[in-house]
């Protein structure tokens, strides 16, 4: 993998794909923001989103990734890395709704091989054409790296099932129609030692005893997050998703692929940042020459360029591992961390170069730098990948 900040690619099917999908966020996207006056502030609603999701879909872009028989390209983990990687370079704020992010196939996950048929006529396939949107239901407020703290209970009911909880952070909470949402069986883990079971409904966000309020605003300044609160919601039977007691794996199931997928879209946003600043530090005169004469500058990009350089690397060596049927839990757990970190570490340069423009509400390394800060957090802490990676060590002879 050589380095570039407009990355080439040798398989012919992903250069294509990269080139289509480059054409439509840099043209009719980025037009469609304009025409719309659409912000990373701005408050977006279903109608700002729905046109999106259609036209992707037309596109062959919105939930790409999926097999044949679902309308998708069924993508190996790269290719789909590789498009991940665009959204997040094209600095376009509705990008996250192209591949199906945003409460669309790609935030589904891999609950398509759980769902019934009477789940995937109902609940699936509509979501996988743009016709509905979902948000996943997991973190509540004293239950984020330990999900398992969770205090969301579902009692059985004749033919159902009654949740009761508050769960926050359901990103496309805003948007979506129905949350998949996971809940501790009543009457497990509630005895010292007793290990818990855990449940994963389709939850219709319009149901009797269920409440969608506006969630948190996250530093990022996104207005995408709910909270869902149940109080005593029935939930039918068929919505039950997989067997009973099987939630936590259905919904940690993928969770070493998604860790690595999620880096594709930093690394993208990282790369976007990096070419801003070198593009402001060739223009922007000091002492009557450009900033980025200056060999103090001049080595800041050098480390810039080479940290984003090996979190992309490692990246991809691991994605291309696991398309080759190999288990790589060690490496996702590293790419996440060193791609936090580094992504953190170069974003930060990239304000200093910026200097009082980079602290500036509005400039878009500003944004960037808030946007970047969360990974270190979100999708499991820099702390939790040590701890992973640790004891993956620990155990191997």
């Not at 977006?44 to 999106?52: A, C, H, I, K, S």
């Not at 007691?245 to 969770?255: F, H, K, S």
Request: aromatic residues 6%; charged residues 25%; hydrophobic residues 40%.
């Amino acid at each position: 993998m050589t380095f570039s900040l407009r990355p080439t690619y040798a398989d012919t099917r992903t250069a294509e794909l990269v080139d289509r999908l480059r054409d439509y966020l840099d043209g009719e996207l980025a037009d469609h923001e304009r025409e719309h006056g659409i912000t990373p502030a701005t408050r977006l609603t279903r109608t700002d989103l729905e046109p999106v999701w259609r036209r992707s879909r037309e596109l062959g872009f919105y939930g790409i990734h999926l097999p044949e028989e679902y309308g998708g390209q069924n993508l190996s983990h790269s290719q789909l890395a590789a498009l991940k990687e665009e959204v997040g370079a094209s600095g376009r704020v509705l990008a996250h709704s192209v591949l199906g992010d945003m409460g669309g196939p790609l935030r589904a996950g891999d609950i398509l091989r759980h769902a019934t048929a009477h789940q995937l006529d109902t609940y699936l396939l509509p979501l996988i054409r743009g016709e509905r949107a979902c948000c996943f239901s997991l973190t509540e407020a004293d239950a984020g790296s330990d999900v398992r703290s969770m205090r969301t209970v579902a009692v059985r009911d004749g033919d159902g099932y009654r949740l009761t909880g508050h769960k926050v952070f359901s990103s496309a909470g805003p948007f979506a129609d129905f949350a998949i949402v996971v809940a501790r069986m009543a009457g497990t883990g509630e005895q010292e030692g007793e290990k818990p079971e855990f449940s994963a409904f389709l939850v219709d966000l319009d149901s009797p005893g269920c409440r969608v309020e506006e969630g948190a605003t996250p530093m990022s300044g996104e207005h995408i997050e709910s909270d869902i609160v149940l109080e005593d919601c029935h939930v039918p039977a068929a919505n039950l998703l997989g067997e009973e007691g099987n939630g936590m794996r259905i919904a940690l199931g993928r969770v070493t692929t998604n860790r690595l997928l999620h880096c594709p879209t930093v690394l993208g946003a990282t790369r976007r940042a990096l070419q801003l600043t070198l593009d402001r530090a060739r223009t922007r005169q000091v002492s009557g020459k450009p900033l980025l004469m200056l060999q103090a500058i001049q080595h800041k990009f050098a480390d810039m360029a080479t940290d984003f350089y090996a979190a992309r690397s490692m990246t991809y060596a691991a994605l291309a591992a696991l398309d080759e049927g190999r288990e790589v839990p060690a490496e996702a757990f590293m790419c996440k961390l060193f791609v936090a970190e580094s992504a953190f570490r170069i974003l930060d340069e990239a304000v200093q170069i910026h200097g009082k423009e980079g602290l500036t509400q509005g400039n878009e390394i500003e944004y960037l730098f808030r946007k970047i800060r969360m990974f270190r957090v979100l999708t499991g802490t820099s702390e939790i990948q040590r701890n992973g990676i640790a004891k993956l060590l620990a155990f191997q002879h």
